[in-house]
């Protein structure tokens, strides 16, 4: 979930002008790489050969 004291930081890092889809676009990054961190720490990973596996099903 994000903060409002990550979001103040983010915005920061912000031109004087962008537009409301960069902010929503920088939004989701944020999110999906605080949940990506989150499984992470929960082990909730695959290994690379098991990636392997999956990307393989995916051309089939």
């Known amino acids: ?3 409002k004291t990550r ?3 983010e915005i920061e890092k912000f031109p004087e002008k ?3 889809d960069e902010l929503i ?6 999110e999906k790489i605080q949940e990506g961190e989150k ?3 929960n082990g909730e990973v695959i290994s690379e050969n098991e990636l392997d ?4 099903k995916w051309f089939k």
């Not at 676009?25 to 944020?30: A, C, D, H, M, N």
Request: glycine share 0%; proline share 0%.
């Open 25 to 30: 676009e920088k939004l989701i990054l944020i």
């Open 53 to 56: 596996k999956e990307i393989e």
């Open 18 to 20: 962008f537009t409301i």
């Open 7 to 9: 979001l103040k930081k």
């Open 1 to 3: 979930m994000l903060t």
């Open 39 to 41: 499984q992470s720490e």
